[in-house]
């Protein structure tokens, strides 16, 4: 079946680089997402990469697939208390809006 | 553009009750969802629409209704409320461009069912 899992909960300190993981189950899918969600707010994309790419950065973020063992992880790095917020990875079946969200995890930035 | 809209933004129901969630996105995006997030739980799919006049079950349908008249509109109806119903919920448009789908979502409805 289809599952994605994230852990819960990660602290880091200011300047310090983040790194959430993330594992999925689907192995059709065509794009992996990367949202963002801020207390009380909805989600946001920040990046997303495809299956055939190993690895995509954009300013302080990289991403990084093994498609192999179906891990994505989302590094941030400098990372700043702004970025404090739960970040959510998502798998998105191919030829489909269909998207499978994964648990979430709160990232906590400490000053 | 406004971008996606819900209404209300908290709601407090007593078991039993029924209540619709609006929903609206003003981008003309033919795909919409409903989604309930619970703590540990991620985002669940309760329906979701490829266009007007298509809805389709997602992974917690059950105690939901909803229909899609419009592009625009998406309203979520609770039959009768549970307290296992309390959660928040999201509504989400999205589009599909050289095969990416990024999708969109509204601020989020709060609701307590007592």
């Known amino acids: 079946g289809e599952d994605v899992e994230q852990s819960l909960f990660l602290s880091v300190r200011e300047g310090d680089s983040s790194v959430i993981n993330c594992t999925y189950t689907d192995s059709s899918s065509t794009y992996l997402y990367w949202y963002k969600q801020e207390p009380g707010a909805g989600l946001q994309l920040l990046t997303y990469?495809?299956?055939?790419?190993d690895m995509k950065q954009d300013q302080r973020l990289t991403v990084l697939l093994n498609k192999k063992d179906k891990h994505l992880s989302l590094r941030i790095a400098d990372t700043q208390t702004g970025d404090s917020a739960i970040y959510f990875c998502?798998?998105?079946?191919?030829?489909?809006?269909?998207?499978?969200f994964g648990t979430g995890t709160r990232l906590k930035v400490l000053a | 553009n406004a971008g996606v809209t819900q209404t209300p933004k908290f709601q407090v129901l007593k078991t039993g009750q029924s209540m619709t969630l609006q929903c609206a996105q003003d981008?003309?995006?033919?795909?919409m969802s409903w989604y309930r997030q619970d703590p540990g739980m991620g985002l669940r799919l309760i329906h979701y629409s490829v266009g007007a006049g298509i809805t389709d079950q997602g992974e917690v349908p059950n105690g939901y209704n909803v229909s899609r008249s419009t592009t625009e509109d998406f309203p979520l109806r609770l039959l009768s409320a549970a307290p296992s119903q309390t959660s928040v919920y999201f509504c989400?448009?999205?589009?599909?461009?050289?095969?990416?789908?990024?999708?969109?979502f509204g601020p989020g409805t709060r609701l307590t069912v007592l």
């Open positions: 990469i495809f299956s055939n790419m």
């Open positions: 989400a448009s999205s589009y599909r461009v050289a095969g990416v789908n990024e999708q969109f």
């Open positions: 981008m003309n995006h033919e795909y």
């Open positions: 998502a798998e998105n079946a191919s030829g489909t809006y269909k998207y499978i």
